[in-house]
């Protein structure tokens, strides 16, 4: 089993911070949370994550100038770093600048975007604790190729019946809301409908269940789905 991944967040936005925390721990990560610029470099003396997700304007000292530091000290120097920038014209200049940071997210950015940035960054930087391959009982998932098979069979599925299973597959028999598979799946900056979650459920479900085999995906009144191991 692959080992699990830590990453720290420095936001100050406590909202931000309690969203981030909820959704990388969801994707199976180990997550530290820090509101202050200061106290991030300290703690990070103490102990180096596997990514660090580090917001731009924070209290103590910016994340820019925390950016700078951490390249200077061989225990940080390779340390992988999302930068958490507001839109507008902080972001252009922040792009300008030499900070040392890996990749940067725009704010408010989707969660499925910024996950996926994670997923890949640490993927590149720590190839042992990302597993490209998903099992959930006979269903098999690979990230990079995109495919799924159940039972050696090939099942075919739109890309976001892909991205539904995918989410599921990444905590299995975990019940999710609609308005989770929507956060996760479509981000939170998409309208859509908590139906068409259903609709897409049921797309996937179809697709899933091909003749005599076991419904995986389960249906819990009131609450949401799981896909079941
Ligand atoms: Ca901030």
Redesign the pocket.
């Known amino acids: 089993m692959a080992m699990v991944p830590r990453i720290t967040v420095v936001?100050?936005?406590e909202a931000l911070s309690v969203l981030l925390r909820y959704n990388l721990e969801a994707e199976g990560y180990e997550v530290e949370t820090v509101a202050r610029g200061d106290e991030a470099e300290i703690r990070l003396r103490e102990r180096v994550p596997d990514l660090l997700l580090l917001?731009?304007?924070?209290p103590g000292i910016s994340?820019i100038e925390l950016c700078r530091r951490l390249r200077l000290r061989d225990e940080t120097e390779r340390l992988p770093i999302i930068m958490?920038t507001?839109r507008g014209e902080e972001s252009e200049r922040i792009r300008g600048l030499s900070t040392g940071a890996d990749d940067y997210v725009v704010k408010p950015f989707s969660t499925p975007e910024l996950l996926a940035r994670v997923r890949a960054m640490l993927r590149r930087a720590r190839p042992e604790t990302i597993s490209t391959q998903l099992k959930v009982g006979d269903i098999e998932l690979d990230r990079e190729t995109h495919r799924v098979h159940r039972r050696g069979r090939e099942i075919r599925l739109g890309p976001t019946e892909f991205r539904l299973l995918e989410f599921l597959m990444s905590a299995p028999n975990r019940v999710y809301s609609r308005a989770q598979l929507l956060d996760g799946v479509w981000g939170h900056d998409v309208y859509v409908d908590e139906r068409t979650v259903d609709v897409h459920v049921g797309r996937l479900r179809k697709a899933l269940n091909l003749s005599n085999m076991r419904d995986v995906v389960r249906t819990v009144r009131g609450a949401g789905y799981a896909i079941d191991g």
């Open positions: 936001e100050d936005e917001d731009w304007m924070l994340g958490l507001a």
